[in-house]
């Protein structure tokens, strides 16, 4: 089975400066890849996904996130963030054969200060 | 488009007692999954429902069971209530038995005490 690690489970950033969530999954079969948002009282949005194709995936409220095969990882990254991205940012995988289970990271919080 | 809801939105139970939460799916969606999402943690994978019959069932006991209707909206049952049962409960609907995106409800919170 599937783990997903998400290492930070709270990254404080001051708005307008870079951030990374880090991301890394535990099998090296063929993959989806998802990052879902999590407003308060809400329920999860879907950001952005890689299935197939560039490695490069962009939303577009300007995160990205980058598959790696290699180093098992799908880091999600945006430039500048807006104090409007506070939330709690989760990391998903599906395996290609079974692809209806989806295996959740246990997310990240990140929280944009003034 | 109505978009995936779920009821109720919170819910109180007893241990031992037995609890039925709902979700309609979205408009033109034919499969269902449920998630067990406890506090601060992920989303875990229950199962899920495609044209009404169970179609993927991830590490949870049977006293978790669940239904889809006809229209496709759906149950999630549970039986003999655990204090670790407490958790938020989403529903996702999507369309076919392929990947298609997920879109999920705003969940129901359930207590056990």
């Known amino acids: 089975a599937q783990s997903v690690t998400q290492l930070d489970s709270q990254v404080p950033v001051f708005e307008e400066a870079p951030v990374e969530l880090r991301c890394n999954y535990s099998?090296?079969?063929?993959?989806?890849l998802f990052w879902y948002v999590q407003y308060p009282n809400q329920g999860l949005q879907l950001l952005l996904k890689?299935?197939?194709?560039?490695?490069l995936v962009e939303s577009i409220n300007g995160f990205e996130a980058e598959f790696n095969k290699s180093q098992t990882s799908f880091h999600l990254r945006k430039p500048s963030v807006h104090i409007s991205d506070t939330a709690e940012y989760f990391c998903?995988?599906?395996?290609?054969?079974?692809?209806?289970?989806?295996?959740f990271g246990s997310g990240t919080k990140l929280n944009v200060k003034p | 488009e109505t978009g995936v809801t779920q009821s109720p939105t919170h819910l109180i139970k007893t241990r031992g007692q037995q609890v039925t939460l709902r979700c309609s799916s979205q408009?033109?969606?034919?499969?269902v999954s449920w998630y067990q999402q406890a506090l601060g943690q992920g989303p875990q994978f229950i199962f899920q429902y495609y044209r009404e019959e169970e179609n993927g069932r991830g590490n949870f006991p049977p006293r978790f069971s669940g239904l889809q209707f006809p229209n496709y909206s759906s149950e999630l049952n549970v039986n003999a209530l655990e204090l670790d049962d407490s958790a938020l409960y989403l529903c996702?609907?999507?369309?076919?038995?392929?990947?298609?995106?997920?879109?999920f409800g705003p969940g129901t919170r359930l207590t056990v005490l």
């Open positions: 998903a995988v599906s395996e290609g054969y079974n692809f209806n289970k989806f295996y």
């Open positions: 099998s090296s079969v063929s993959v989806y």
């Open positions: 996702a609907s999507s369309f076919g038995k392929t990947y298609n995106e997920q879109f």
């Open positions: 890689y299935l197939s194709g560039s490695t």
């Open positions: 408009s033109g969606h034919n499969t």
